[in-house]
């Protein structure tokens, strides 16, 4: 899965399942490649299907995935928990720091 996918503000349904999926399958590579690695298992949360309109607990437990893959990989991470999804500017920087987050996991794990 393409990770300018992750980059992409979703805008319609059809969008948002796009970049759910992506965002989702890019956080099982991570894990997996962290697994395969060193054999340390980190915790796996649904993240999709997403509904940024009734989101539950998604913020911590997308959260929670963030601070055990930065921990593994010694990135600096911060709190994506707040992301207003109807601000188009909130979100879109939201969606750039967001994004940089799997690229530096990515980079290191030598995933695209």
Known sequence: MSLATIYTPPF??????????????????????IFQTNGQRLDEYVLDPFD???????PWLHQAMHDQ????????GYDIT?????????????MTQHGNLHYQAGTI????
């Open 82 to 94: 707040e992301v207003d999804w109807e601000d188009e500017d909130r979100m879109r920087s939201w």
């Open 52 to 58: 940024p309109k009734n989101m539950g607990n998604w």
């Open 12 to 33: 319609t349904a059809e969008d948002f399942s796009r970049w759910s999926f992506a965002h989702a399958a890019h956080h099982r590579d991570i894990n997996r490649v």
């Open 109 to 112: 794990l030598g995933l695209g």
């Open 69 to 76: 893959m930065n921990a593994q990989l010694g990135i600096a």
